[in-house]
C-alpha cells in the first residue's frame, strides 16, 4: 500500500472539507434570504484496511485487537436545517410568516405542478392573484357565491380590490324605545267621508259594491265625468302629519270605483284583517262606498291620523273634484319612527313604524304596531303588523320577534324581502311618552372591497366600504413527514422528493400546521457565528489534509534520491 494510500485519504479530506466550505458558504450568503433554511454536512468513515483481525484470549495469551488502517471519510449527507427562523414585521398586509410546521403551496404555472416554499414574500399581481416575485401563484381554498369556504380542492387565491362590489340585504332589524302605559287607550282610527257621488250613465248614486265604472263616475247625476280612459290619476294624502309618497293608477276602459277604493287604501297604508279590531261605529278599516259616498277608515293611534284634502288628487294634471269631510281623527298614545332598510341589490328601502296603545287590562299593557314601505312594489305600502305586550314590570311577555316581507316583484333583487323586527328592547314602562328608535338593522347599501386582513388560521378577510366584510379565502399549508427528503430547486422553492412523502395538506393551525402572521416575514436561519467558527475549522482541516499531502511528497523525493 505504501504512501499512495495516504495520498488519497488525504485527497479525500480535501473534498470533504471543500464540500464542508461550499454548504457553510451558500448558507452565509444566504443569511438575509427570506425564509432560508440552512444546510449541515456531515461526514463518516470511508473504508479501512485490516492488517489483523485479532486473536481471542487463551489460557497463555490475554488475546490482541484488530489491526486497521482508515482509508478517508466521506459525505454522509448534507441536511436542511428546518428550524424556525426569526420573524420580523413589515408594513406590508401580504407579507405573510407561518410560525411552525408547513409550507406555502405555489403554483409552478411555468413547469406546472405545485413547489413549496417558507417565503411569504408575497403581493397582488394585475389581476388581483396572490403572487410570489416569480408569479407563482399562492394556492388555497377557494369561496362559493356567498363567501363559504370550499375546502375540498386548492385554488388560486384571489383578492379583487377595488373590482369586488356587495350589498347586502336587511334580514334583522331592532328596534328599542319606550311605550306609555299611562297614555290613552286608542278606540278610533280617522275616519273622512267623499262627496255624494253619481252614475252620470244611470243617474243615480254609486252602488255599494263599487262596480261602477270610473268613467261613468261624477259628482251629480247628470255631471261630466271626473275621468277619462288613459288619464293616470295621482293621489298623495297626508298622514301623521307629513304628505306621503305619492302613488298613481291608470284609467282603463274597465275600471271601476272599487279599483279606485283599492287604490286610495293601498296609498294610505291602511292595514285591515282580522287582526286589526273593529272601532264602536261598526266601520271597518279600509275603503267602502255607503250610500253613494266613499268612506276611508283609518287605523288607531294619533300618528296614523291621515287627511286626503282637495288637490291631493288629480288626473291628468287636473286637481279631482272629490272632496273629503273628516268625521273622526284617530286618537290614542302612539309613536312611530321611520328607518331605512336595503334589498338584496343594496337598494335602500323606507320604512315606517308606528304603534299606538290597543288594550290594557289588570297585569298586562298591549300595543298594537304597523308596518308600510313606500318603497314596496306596487301600489300598496303596507307591510304587516303585530303586537307587544307588556306585564305588570313593564317587560315583554310576548313573542318579540316577527318575520315580514317587502314586496320587490318590479326589480332584479330577491323577492321577497324577508326581514324578522325585533322589538325586545322597547320597555313598557316611561314617565315621557311613547318613543321608538332603530336600534341597529345589518342591511348595506353596495360596496367596494377597500382592504384585507389575513388571519392566524389564514382566512383572507375582505373589508368593503359600507361596512360589510366577508371571507375571500384561505392560505392552505403543506406539510411532509420527511421535510429533509424535500428537493430544492431554487427560487427558495422545494419539490416533493422520493424520500420526503406525500404532501399533508391542510389549513393552518390544525393538524400539526403551524400559524400564518400577517404584515410579517420569516427571516434565514443561518447562524453567522457558528457558520463563521465552522468555517474556520473546515479551513484548518484543510490545510492539515494538504499538508499531509505535502509531507508524502517529501517522504516520496527522499525515497527517489536513495538511489543515486
Known amino acids: 500500500m505504501g504512501l499512495t494510500s495516504a495520498l488519497n485519504t488525504s485527497l479525500n479530506g480535501l473534498s470533504l472539507n471543500e464540500t464542508e466550505i461550499n454548504v457553510l458558504g451558500n448558507n452565509i450568503s444566504n443569511a438575509g434570504t427570506t425564509g432560508f433554511k440552512a444546510s449541515n454536512a456531515s461526514f463518516q468513515t470511508q473504508l479501512a484496511q485490516s492488517l489483523s483481525f485479532g486473536s481471542a484470549p487463551s489460557a497463555t495469551n490475554g488475546g490482541t485487537n484488530p489491526e486497521q488502517i482508515g482509508l478517508g471519510a466521506e459525505v454522509a449527507a448534507i441536511s436542511a436545517d428546518f428550524s424556525q427562523g426569526s420573524i420580523t414585521a413589515t408594513s406590508t398586509p401580504s407579507d405573510l410568516a407561518i410560525q411552525g410546521d408547513g409550507f406555502f403551496i405555489l403554483n409552478n404555472g411555468s413547469t406546472g405542478g405545485q413547489v413549496y ?61 319606550a311605550l306609555s302605559p299611562q297614555g290613552t287607550v286608542a278606540t278610533q282610527g280617522t275616519l273622512q267621508t267623499s262627496v255624494a257621488l253619481f252614475n252620470n250613465g244611470t243617474h243615480v248614486a254609486i252602488a255599494n259594491n263599487g262596480s261602477d265604472l270610473l268613467t261613468t263616475l261624477a259628482t251629480s247625476a247628470n255631471g261630466a265625468s271626473l275621468f277619462t280612459v288613459g288619464q293616470t290619476i295621482t ?79 288629480t288626473a291628468g294634471g287636473t286637481t279631482v273634484p272629490i272632496a273629503f269631510t273628516p268625521g273622526q281623527v284617530a286618537n290614542g298614545e302612539s309613536a312611530t319612527t321611520t328607518f331605512t332598510t336595503y334589498d338584496s341589490l343594496g337598494t335602500p328601502l323606507n320604512v315606517r313604524m308606528t304603534s299606538y296603545l290597543e288594550s290594557q287590562s289588570a297585569n298586562n299593557t298591549t300595543y298594537r304596531y304597523l308596518l308600510e314601505s313606500p318603497s314596496q312594489s306596487g301600489a300598496a305600502i303596507a307591510i304587516g303588523t303585530g303586537t307587544v305586550v307588556f306585564d305588570n314590570t313593564g317587560k315583554i311577555s310576548s313573542n318579540p320577534t316577527a318575520q315580514f316581507s317587502i314586496n320587490r316583484s318590479t326589480t332584479a333583487a330577491t323577492n321577497p324581502m324577508l326581514f324578522t323586527l325585533d322589538v325586545s328592547q322597547i320597555s313598557g314602562i316611561s314617565s315621557t311618552g311613547s318613543t321608538l328608535s332603530l336600534l341597529n338593522q345589518n342591511g348595506t347599501s353596495p360596496g367596494t372591497l377597500t382592504s384585507y386582513v389575513i388571519s392566524n388560521n389564514g382566512v383572507v378577510n375582505g373589508a368593503f366600504d359600507n361596512g360589510i366584510t366577508r371571507t375571500l379565502g384561505q392560505i392552505a399549508l403543506a406539510r411532509f413527514p420527511n421535510p429533509q427528503g424535500l428537493v430544492q430547486v431554487g427560487g427558495n422553492n422545494f419539490t416533493q422528493g422520493i424520500a420526503s412523502g406525500l404532501p399533508q395538506v391542510t389549513a393552518p393551525a390544525t393538524f400539526g400546521a403551524g400559524t400564518i402572521q400577517a404584515g410579517a416575514l420569516e427571516q434565514s436561519n443561518t447562524d453567522i457565528g457558528k457558520n463563521l467558527v465552522d468555517l474556520i475549522v473546515a479551513s484548518t482541516n484543510y490545510q492539515g489534509n494538504a499538508r499531509v499531502i505535502s509531507s508524502v511528497d517529501q517522504l516520496v523525493n527522499v525515497l527517489l534520491t536513495l538511489g543515486r
Open 235 to 313: 293621489l298623495a294624502p297626508t298622514k301623521g302629519g307629513q304628505t306621503m309618497a305619492a302613488k298613481t293608477l291608470t284609467v282603463g276602459a274597465g275600471t271601476t270605483v272599487a279599483n279606485l277604493e283599492t287604490f286610495i287604501g293601498d296609498t294610505l297604508g291602511l292595514q285591515t284583517g282580522g287582526a286589526i279590531p273593529v272601532d264602536a261605529d261598526g266601520i271597518p278599516v279600509g275603503v267602502s262606498v255607503v250610500g253613494g259616498q266613499i268612506l276611508v277608515k283609518g287605523n288607531r293611534g294619533a300618528v296614523d291620523d291621515f287627511s286626503i284634502p282637495v288637490g291631493s288628487m
Open 117 to 177: 416554499t417558507r417565503n411569504g414574500q408575497f403581493t397582488l399581481n394585475a389581476v388581483n392573484q396572490l403572487t410570489n416575485s416569480a408569479g407563482q401563484q399562492v394556492m388555497g381554498y377557494g369561496v362559493d357565491a356567498n363567501f363559504n369556504l370550499i375546502t375540498t380542492g386548492l385554488t388560486q387565491l384571489s383578492i379583487p380590490l377595488g373590482s369586488l362590489h356587495l350589498a347586502q340585504a336587511t334580514t334583522n332589524v331592532q328596534v328599542g324605545g
